[in-house]
């Protein structure tokens, strides 16, 4: 597969391969931290600590029996002008009941749909409006 992208790509993927590097976390810029922290604790029933000191009203989604990789909510000014580049896919059993209770939790269904051979997608927002999908076994 590497070959694909050719041979630098190749080389350096090699030069890696000694490192220590590791998928960590991803940050989400937030109006409210505590609010949206929240809604995606509720979302995969995972407990939410402070960051630390050294980042006030930083929170962090710390996944149940693991030790990452966490989702960190970074407090901004700015809010969401256009969107999400980056967004999480989320797989679930029951995509209907899944989209049905994302929007009791506060998310926003886009009525945005698709069917795939591999699964169904439904294309949700959280309560800030950031972009995520909700992927579900095909019906069929």
Not at 43 to 57: E, M, Q, W
Not at 99 to 124: H, N, P, Q, S
């Amino acid at each position: 597969m590497l070959a694909a992208f050719g041979r630098h790509a190749e080389r350096k993927c090699q030069a890696m391969a000694g490192n220590d590097v590791r998928w960590w976390a991803i940050t989400l810029d937030c109006n409210a931290p505590h609010k949206l922290a929240a809604f995606w604790s509720a979302v995969f029933g995972s407990a939410l600590i402070d960051v630390g000191p050294d980042r006030p009203n930083w929170l962090r989604l710390q996944p149940l029996g693991t030790t990452g990789p966490f989702m960190n909510f970074q407090p901004v000014e700015e809010h969401k002008t256009s969107k999400t580049r980056l967004h999480l896919d989320v797989l679930v059993t029951d995509l209907d009941a899944e989209v049905r209770r994302i929007v009791d939790l506060g998310g926003i269904d886009t009525g945005i749909r698709e069917e795939l051979a591999r699964g169904r997608i439904a294309v949700m927002h959280d309560p800030e409006g950031n972009e995520f999908c909700l992927l579900a076994p095909s019906a069929r």
